[in-house]
């Protein structure tokens, strides 16, 4: 890929491809902004992740969410007449969605015609007369007049600390829990895990895959979310070790041992927002060019990182 040419400038940048990044080129774009959607993963969705392995499906990242917010429920309902989720009743006291066939197609569907590259990890960002350029880790340069950091908090503070820092102190003001995911494939199907497992031991979150019906064809298949307390101690363990550490958890809560064929880890760093950031502090630069946005900014949902998203979007506009 070549340098974008300064005379090539977009209107708007957006660092990450999750949620509130989604969001927020979607709205821009619907007010004729010109858009670039920058992220360092391979594949879009931030935190509504799927995991494909031999055949083998998991959710690995945010498990299903909720809508209560007005604009958010018009989103949801234009997304389930088009497929892109269904509703999944686990025995939540709220009517609770996932993403159809995975949770990242519900992000997908929301971004399909939007510009996202992905595996690009933008490391600097400054102002170069007008506009603010900024620079990857390949040394590909992209120019914009605006820009939007959905990143982690932690991640954010870490790019504008030099540029912005009174942004990077509002975004230093969050805390994140981590999270350890187990993700087992198994050899036959199984009839232990009708429902979710929650908060059993070192288990906050566990469900067996194909008992989501959402039109995928799932093989039989185990996500296992461990606690935040669990996490935090398990924090720097090599995977093999979480792995057979919650295999044991899962076999003390279903009370037999499940003939697993492929087992896997991932370890969220930023996973659940645990004290989200200081509302009293700026969220956009002093010039209004460079806008923070995320789930930091309010309780740990998903609907939460689409308002963020929403308001940043309106916010340069305004």
Not at 1 to 22: F, P, Q, R
Not at 300 to 311: D, H, I, M, N, V
Request: one cysteine or more; glycine letters at 8%.
């Amino acid at each position: 890929m070549t340098n974008t040419a300064k005379e090539d400038c977009y209107d708007v940048i957006i660092i990450g491809s999750g949620l509130s990044g989604v969001t927020a080129a979607r709205y821009l774009t619907s007010k004729g902004k010109n858009c670039l959607i920058l992220d360092k993963g391979r594949r879009i969705g931030g935190r509504c992740s799927t995991k494909r392995k031999d055949g083998m499906t998991f959710n690995h990242g945010a498990q299903f969410f909720t809508a209560k917010h007005e604009e958010f429920i018009e989103v949801v309902g234009t997304a389930l007449q088009h497929n892109a989720i269904s509703e999944w009743d686990f025995g939540h006291h709220n009517k609770a969605f996932i993403g159809a066939p995975t949770m990242r197609d519900f992000i997908a569907y929301l971004a399909k015609e939007l510009d996202v590259r992905q595996e690009v990890k933008i490391t600097s960002l400054h102002k170069d007369g007008d506009v603010y350029q900024l620079c990857d880790e390949q040394g590909e340069q992209y120019f914009a007049h605006h820009v939007i950091v959905t990143m982690p908090a932690p991640q954010a503070a870490d790019l504008l600390k030099d540029t912005h820092p009174e942004l990077a102190d509002t975004a230093r003001t969050a805390f994140y829990d981590p999270c350890w995911t187990v993700m087992l494939g198994l050899y036959e199907a199984c009839d232990v895990m009708p429902k979710p497992l929650r908060d059993e031991g070192d288990i906050g979150w566990a469900a067996y895959e194909p008992a989501r019906m959402t039109g995928g064809i799932y093989q039989p298949a185990i996500t296992i979310q461990a606690t935040p307390e669990a996490s935090r101690k398990m924090l720097d363990w090599q995977a093999d070790k979480v792995i057979d550490a919650m295999s044991q958890s899962l076999f003390e809560a279903v009370g037999r041992l499940l003939p697993v064929r492929l087992s896997l880890a991932h370890r969220w760093l930023y996973a659940r927002v645990a004290v989200s950031a200081d509302s009293n502090l700026p969220f956009i630069s002093d010039d209004g060019k460079i806008v923070l946005a995320g789930d930091y900014f309010g309780t740990a949902r998903l609907e939460t990182a689409y308002l963020s998203g929403q308001r940043a979007a309106v916010c340069l506009l305004g």
